[in-house]
């Protein structure tokens, strides 16, 4: 496996379905919608602590973003096939229902070599 310079990791959510907010099962609440930022926020820090300048962390919300919504992974969430939020690194669905920042920091760094 070659190493890579750059690893994308993209945090897809559809509010309003998956249980009724990015959070999983909880209700979509301010607080929720927060703790949810925050969670994407950490993941960027601990990205960015273990693999300096080689990571780039987007959040997509689908219901804002037409193009990603009907895309093959977007789908995936639609049809609820996954449940949201769906973490998708380097272009393969890896996590469903949750950010399990250790998790992806691990997966990255196999990638990254």
């Known amino acids: 496996m070659t190493q890579k310079d750059v690893v994308t990791v993209r945090i897809l959510e559809l ?3 998956s249980g009724g907010c990015a959070c999983g099962s909880m ?5 929720a ?5 925050q969670k ?10 273990a693999y300096p300048g080689r990571t780039k962390v987007e959040h997509i919300n689908l219901k804002e ?4 919504r009907e ?7 639609v049809t609820k096939k996954y449940p949201g939020p ?3 690194i380097d272009g393969e669905p890896k996590y469903a229902g949750s950010i399990q920042v250790k998790k992806i920091v691990q997966g990255v760094g196999t990638i990254l070599g």
């Open 40 to 49: 994407i926020a950490e993941l960027r820090a601990a990205l960015e602590e």
């Open 27 to 31: 209700p979509c609440t301010p607080e």
């Open 65 to 68: 973003n037409q193009e990603e």
């Open 71 to 77: 895309s093959e992974i977007g789908q995936l969430l």
């Open 15 to 17: 509010p309003g379905v």
């Open 86 to 88: 769906l973490v998708v």
């Open 33 to 37: 919608a927060a703790m949810f930022q």
